[in-house]
């Protein structure tokens, strides 16, 4: 049968392999089995499951099919940061990044997920923005990127147990997680079930570049995550040439899908700015930011650029940020600068993928 045509596995809650069991006239035990090697030992071949009978391992190769990703090329940056390059059934390639919470041996990980393959937005300072779109992820390929990271991080750490090496999740990955609106909710659902991945809400962030009707969407969503925007500059002309999206949605639209947003879910935004010298972080800059910010439950997280070598955009000097920083807090606003991770592995989205096409090793 061809692959596309196979039932596909990842995703499915523990009852819907139980029922798929059941329709193919088998104990519906087979399912919790199947649904077992699948989330907590992150397995993708039905021949590998062992307490399964002979039989039974052959039909369900024959018929059903779990795309976890497949890692094609990792990069590990001197902090611990892992970049993975995963490639799916249709030999479409993304890009997932490992960050540890500390150098300590048994230090959990945050993982940056993507939600599309290349990204329609075109971000000026993004390598993503310069490979284009090619389509959305499934909410299955979206989730397994977590799985499949998760395998390879315990095969390279040589743990027995690869289960819980993941404690947070962030959708800032390639892509734009709001124009891939219900298979990105649909994802979070599958990261959160219990008896699956079983990831807390309240771990999982989903950034976007401004798109306000999911913003909107998600306002009416009953759910504990966070919400980031990636805001990168406080005036419309500037924001416009760093995000194209910023033209169909000004910040005279944003705010305000923002503010709604706040005041249905009771929940603190993150602002995301990405700092590039002599760009946007003058004083001015961060006179508009407290101006645009300061009534809001907010908080900003400042984030050094990390250059990408086709893009003429520059890294702030440490000097540089740290002013920036302090003229935010002066203005009353909470800030935080995230740590740098990653830098000599291109731990930017879209970068390993860009080096690939390239040719490069
Ligand atoms: S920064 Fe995000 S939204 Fe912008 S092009 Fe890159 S992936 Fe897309």
């Not at 798929?20 to 499951?49: A, P």
């Not at 490979?131 to 990127?145: K, T, V």
């Not at 406080?234 to 169909?248: A, F, Q, T, V, Y």
């Not at 984030?303 to 955009?313: G, M, Q, S």
Request: aromatic content about 6%.
């Amino acid at each position: 049968m061809n692959t596309k045509n196979k039932t596909q596995l990842l995703g499915k809650k523990r009852s819907e392999i139980e029922d798929y069991l059941d329709s193919m006239g088998e104990s519906r035990f087979r399912g919790r089995q199947i649904h077992k090697w699948i989330y907590k030992k992150q397995c993708s071949s039905f021949f590998e499951m062992t307490d399964l009978p002979r039989e039974l391992r052959q039909i369900l190769e024959d018929n059903a099919r779990i795309s976890i990703p497949r890692v094609l090329k990792q990069r590990v940056s001197s902090d611990g940061s892992r970049k993975f390059l995963l490639e799916l059934d249709d030999k479409k390639r993304i890009e997932t990044v490992l960050i540890p919470h500390s150098d300590e041996k048994d230090s959990k990980y945050t993982i940056c997920l993507s939600t599309q393959v290349g990204c329609p937005i075109a971000c000026s300072f993004c390598a993503t923005g310069l490979s284009g779109f090619q389509r959305n992820l499934d909410a299955y390929e979206i989730a397994g990127q977590l799985l499949g990271s998760q395998r390879e991080l315990a095969k390279r750490l040589k743990l027995p147990d690869s289960n819980n090496l993941i404690s947070n999740v962030v959708y800032m990955g390639m892509g734009e997680p709001m124009l891939n609106y219900d298979e990105v909710i649909a994802s979070i659902h599958i990261l959160n079930d219990p008896q699956g991945i079983n990831m807390g809400q309240r771990n999982i962030t989903i950034s976007t570049a401004g798109e306000v009707k999911g913003i909107d969407l998600m306002a009416q969503e009953n759910l504990q995550v966070t919400l980031a925007i990636s805001l990168h500059a406080c005036d419309n002309e500037l924001r416009s040439g760093l995000i194209p999206l910023n033209r169909k949605y000004p910040l005279e639209k944003l705010l305000p899908a923002i503010r709604n947003y706040i005041a249905k879910t009771n929940r603190r935004v993150t602002f995301e700015y990405i700092m590039l010298d002599n760009i946007n972080i003058s004083k001015r800059d961060a006179q508009n930011m407290v101006q645009l910010l300061k009534s809001l439950l907010a908080n900003v997280n400042l984030i050094p650029y990390n250059e990408v070598e086709a893009l003429d955009f520059k890294r702030p000097s440490p000097q540089r940020i740290k002013q920036f920083y302090n003229w935010l807090i002066q203005g009353g606003l909470n800030v935080s600068i995230r740590e740098e991770r990653g830098g000599d592995i291109s731990a930017a989205c879209g970068q390993l993928s860009l080096e690939q096409q390239k040719g490069k090793k």
